[in-house]
């Protein structure tokens, strides 16, 4: 009998111990939910911060497109500057040989320019430099030739010219200027100050630009006022031309002659 209890006994047990669930189960599970919530947290946290770069790369990207922007601008206005000045001195040369020379290379045709592309801009200014370069070229040929004519000159090269009755108006200022005498070389351009006293600094004064061109034409302040004949030695002409600041008017008469060195 005591044996049966004993084994019944032990049968329960076995019985028991295999209902029993297993313990190993709930640490794996404690272990496996903190990875869980680190994975989580993890993602939370990358979430954010991707978000920043994301703003971060489209400042940058709109910075860099002001930036750029901002460039193109200033070299656009670089380029309608460097169009201006070569514009000027384009000008400048055509209008010096067009009074020294009697004419001039004709000037580049172009657009204003608001109405030019960059790229136009940059070919107009390429044309106008190659223009300038030329009439520099024409201009320097004529300033030796005249260096040749004031050491050897022939008949008709040399003319004295006599300003006399002239009156400055400018604004509300007028005045009588001072005679002057002086001569010129054919080919030559010169600008005389015209004063109301000879003697002292005046604020009433007036540039006046006397040229005697290639061709036999006297020139005053851009316009001709006479044609030398180098075979008469004396003629006058008289004149009413606008002040270069185009504000006034010089009126005057000037009697020239012709000089030859025998």
Request: hydrophobic content about 35%; some cysteine; charged content about 25%.
């Amino acid at each position: 009998m005591p044996t049966f209890r004993s084994g019944l006994l032990l049968a329960v047990l076995l019985l028991s111990a295999c209902s029993m669930p297993i313990l190993q189960d709930p640490q794996q599970t404690k272990t496996e939910k903190p990875i869980t919530q680190n994975k989580a947290t993890t993602e939370q946290t990358k979430t954010p911060k991707d978000s920043v770069d994301e703003i971060v790369n489209t400042v940058v990207k709109n910075d860099s497109a002001n930036k750029t922007d901002a460039v193109d601008k200033t070299d656009d206005r670089n380029l309608a500057e460097q169009l201006e000045t070569q514009k000027k001195l384009a000008n400048a040369n055509f209008t010096e040989l067009q009074n020294r020379v009697g004419n001039a290379p004709e000037l580049p045709r172009i657009l204003a320019t608001k109405q030019l592309s960059a790229k136009e801009i940059d070919s107009a200014i390429q044309q106008l430099r190659s223009y300038i370069s030329k009439t520099n070229s024409a201009l320097a040929s004529l300033n030796a030739r005249v260096d040749d004519r004031e050491k050897m000159a022939i008949s008709g090269d040399l003319i004295q010219i006599f300003l006399s009755d002239t009156t400055v108006t400018h604004n509300t200022t007028t005045f009588k200027a001072q005679p002057l005498v002086g001569q010129w070389v054919r080919g030559e351009s010169r600008v005389i100050r015209l004063k109301d006293n000879i003697l002292f600094e005046n604020p009433k004064s007036e540039d006046l630009h006397i040229t005697f061109s290639e061709s036999y034409q006297l020139v005053v302040n851009g316009e001709v006022i006479s044609t030398v004949n180098p075979n008469k030695e004396k003629n006058n002409a008289s004149f009413n031309v606008s002040t270069y600041s185009t504000k006034g008017t010089i009126v005057g008469k000037l009697d020239y002659r012709v000089v030859n060195n025998k």
